[in-house]
């Protein structure tokens, strides 16, 4: 089974925007595992 770590860096109203884009794009797999963290624009992994 595939395993997915999502990186999001985004404001609270466009995060689950983003995942929804992700699976019509089939980019992730919602029935596999997946992480999704999210991290401030400060951040140094911005």
Do not use: A, T, W
């Amino acid at each position: 089974m595939n395993y997915y770590r999502i990186g999001i860096c985004d404001d609270e109203e466009f995060f689950l925007e983003k995942i929804y884009h992700l699976v019509e794009r089939n980019l992730i797999d919602l029935n596999c595992n997946f992480e999704i963290y999210r991290f401030n624009k400060l951040s140094k992994y911005y």
